[in-house]
């Protein structure tokens, strides 16, 4: 689906863009990278009102066309090259409604790149409620572009949206806002003759900005460069005298098509919340108080459908084994991909569960508070202010976390950002978590409502961001990192969540849980199936002899013997062997050979443990007792002792490993990208290995 016109949405952050461009495509989108940069892009398609399909591109919010970080850079490199793969036909311009003045900085500048405009004027219904009465139909004539008037949350005016998305013009037709050429005249004129631009503003930008722009060829960019010392350009004086000549232009405009009621000042609601929300004391205590009904949550309303989950893949691998004849194939199927899917599917309710929070918390606008809140103890680390988006993002995903790092100017924060973000307890940690507190930690209510499942998995990720600072800490000390960065961020207003808008995010998330992290899971499984169902020839063949002889078979009942020639089977299968190589070095830590396996296969993705699990006690159980993962692990037994496997000290010592070991692939990548150089992710291996050794070994210890 390639779409019959190009849309590209722009705005500056916390403008509702991407709220809009969620109800404009529905389910109907991607996300993928630019060309060549590890920058998101989102891109979706819409149906208008002539029959023909928008393909909608959401660039990165930006309060400027002179950027600030890499993705704001982004947006300049999509529109002034018209060979980019996302330039686009026609530019919606997302403009708060109730903030108009700041808003329109960036539209007069994406205007003069005389590219065709609409302004979709968003946020009407709170503009109107704090008394801004705007003209639209003196604006849009003022400007020389369609204004619609939106409210994005509630879907209004959409529709009409849609209709001027269609029926926009082909050119632009849009009013000059200022003498872009009077700025610099003689350098505009020569770049645009010299480099072939037609368009003035561009050619000024291409002076600021052409030392970071890709498209450009080194030879041009170059040539810029002495064109600039040919007429003393001055960067920096330029754009404060284009911004003053802009904000004259604005000033004009508004002062015709906007009026204030004459109302004595006061505080507005968001005010008198964020007096509490954003306190000194009771600020942190909400915070942690909201933390608490989170991690609650996820194990008092996520137990009915994961028991009605686990019980399906129950009669699934019974069902399986009774109608299916047995030979490798079934037990390949049964043990192999259904026991790996089964360790998928069964965390989609507390995967929905979490991910439906943190978009309820960034819909209302809580989350602002929190990153603003987290400013002075991050500075205190040795982080910079914007740090805190990364790691809260790291409750979800270190990748898109580590991406967001890129808008952190110091060099120095940035690395310690990323260093210390893979430490944050991501979603890949839940189904581990989730699995060993519910093992030995009792399912008991303190006071009636206190779940202390719940109080154990908030243990867990609290200990996680302690151990970021700590480790951010020492790298301050390290790194010294003494550059000042600055942190500034506007907070949005509170609002009610947009229950589709959240729906959509929990949608999104568990399919990329299950599709993404699944397809990696399944294939373990499979591989994990056949190394553990196969081993050396000769030992195998001395095995079947073993269980065959008069001894055993006097000895032992059928069921008997099966369930310790299987047990025998896998300790001396490939997967065994190699599981009894690395036993002696996590021994210390209270871990077998079986769980050697699973940190092993682990370095995939921190999920593929409890798939790991699934398939390595599927192939020691009996066929008789096809139980869930749960049910098996609780009943494994450790040959030496009889006692179970998965004691209080195994099942923490092994949380607190998963905590702080680097097992993620894709996280290690991400980090070279964004570093280039594998100097840092290999720092990063052998630190979190380490550091997860060690604590692991500590914790083991002291609980056992």
Not at 393 to 400: I, K, Q
């Amino acid at each position: 689906m390639n779409g019959d016109l190009k849309v590209a949405l722009i705005g500056n952050p916390n403008t509702g863009k991407s709220t809009l461009f969620n109800v404009l495509t529905g389910l109907n989108q991607k996300v993928g990278n630019f060309p060549g940069v590890t920058v998101d892009k989102k891109t979706g398609f819409c149906k208008l009102a002539d029959g023909r399909t928008a393909q909608v591109i959401d660039l990165p919010g930006t309060y400027s066309l002179y950027p600030k970080s890499k993705d704001e850079t982004i947006v300049f490199e999509v529109l002034a090259d018209k060979n980019n793969p996302s330039h686009p036909d026609l530019l919606l311009v997302v403009a708060d409604a109730s903030n108009l003045k700041r808003n329109l900085l960036l539209y007069t500048q994406v205007a003069d790149l005389k590219i065709p405009v609409i302004i979709a004027l968003n946020m009407i219904d709170l503009a109107s409620k704090a008394g801004t009465d705007i003209n639209v139909d003196e604006l849009s004539s003022r400007l020389g572009v369609q204004v619609i008037p939106i409210c994005a949350r509630k879907g209004d005016n959409i529709e009409k949206l849609k209709e001027a998305i269609a029926y926009a013009p082909s050119t632009a037709l849009q009013a000059d806002t200022i003498e872009v050429e009077a700025l610099a005249p003689g350098l505009i004129r020569k770049i645009q003759d010299e480099i072939l631009v037609d368009k003035p503003y561009t050619a000024l930008q291409l002076a600021h900005q052409h030392e970071n722009l890709r498209y450009l060829p080194p030879a041009q960019s170059e040539r810029i460069e002495e064109i600039e010392q040919e007429f003393s350009f001055h960067s920096s004086k330029v754009q404060a005298a284009e911004t003053i000549a802009r904000y004259n232009f604005i000033n004009d405009i508004l002062f015709d098509t906007v009026k204030f009621k004459q109302e004595a000042e006061k505080e507005n609601l968001s005010n008198k919340i964020d007096k509490i929300l954003t306190h000194k004391i009771w600020g942190f205590t909400i915070f942690f108080a909201i933390l608490f009904l989170l991690f609650q949550a996820i194990f008092a309303w996520s137990e009915y459908p994961m028991t009605l989950i686990e019980s399906l893949f129950t009669w699934l691998t019974n069902t399986a084994h009774e109608v299916l004849p047995s030979g490798v194939f079934t037990d390949l199927l049964v043990d192999g991909v259904l026991a790996g899917l089964s360790g998928v599917l069964v965390f989609i309710p507390q995967i929905a569960i979490l991910f439906a929070f943190i978009s309820i918390l960034e819909d209302t606008g809580y989350m602002a508070r929190v990153t603003f809140m987290m400013d002075k103890i991050m500075r205190k680390v040795g982080l910079n202010g914007k740090s805190v988006v990364p790691l809260i993002g790291g409750l979800a995903c270190a990748v898109p976390s580590i991406m967001s790092a890129r808008t952190i100017e110091n060099w120095k924060d940035r690395i310690i950002t990323i260093m210390v973000t893979p430490l944050v307890s991501c979603s890949a940690r839940l189904p581990i978590y989730t699995l060993l507190i519910s093992l030995v930690v009792p399912d008991q209510k303190i006071w009636g409502f206190i779940n202390m499942q719940g109080v154990a998995l908030m243990g867990m990720y609290v200990l996680s961001m302690v151990m970021a600072f700590v480790v951010a800490w020492v790298m301050k000390l390290i790194i010294h990192s003494k550059d000042k960065g600055y942190f500034i961020m506007e907070l949005p207003v509170y609002r009610m969540p947009r229950w589709d808008n959240i729906g959509l995010t929990m949608y999104e998330k568990v399919k990329a849980f299950v599709f993404e992290a699944g397809k990696i899971i399944v294939a373990i499984s499979i591989v994990l199936w056949v190394l553990a169902s196969y081993g050396p020839p000769e030992k195998q063949r001395e095995l079947e002899k073993k269980y065959q002889s008069a001894e055993y078979v006097a000895n032992y009942s059928p069921e008997e013997l099966e369930r310790l020639k299987s047990s025998e089977k896998l300790e001396n299968s490939y997967a065994g062997i190699f599981g009894k190589a690395i036993e002696p070095s996590i021994k210390p830590l209270g871990f077998d050979w079986k769980i050697g396996i699973s940190l092993i296969t682990s370095f995939a993705a921190r999920e593929v443990f409890v798939g790991t699990m699934a398939t390595i006690y599927s192939v020691d159980n009996d066929e008789a007792h096809m139980d869930s993962v749960r049910e098996k692990m609780a009943q494994a037994k450790n040959p030496e002792t009889g006692e179970p496997v998965f004691t209080f000290a195994v099942a923490f010592s092994l949380m607190v490993f998963y905590a702080f070991a680097m097992q993620c692939m894709s996280t290690l990548a991400i980090v070279y990208r964004e570093t280039k150089s594998w100097k840092w992710p290999l720092i990063q291996l052998v630190y979190m290995t380490a550091l997860a050794y060690f604590a692991s070994l500590l914790v083991y210890n002291l609980l056992k």
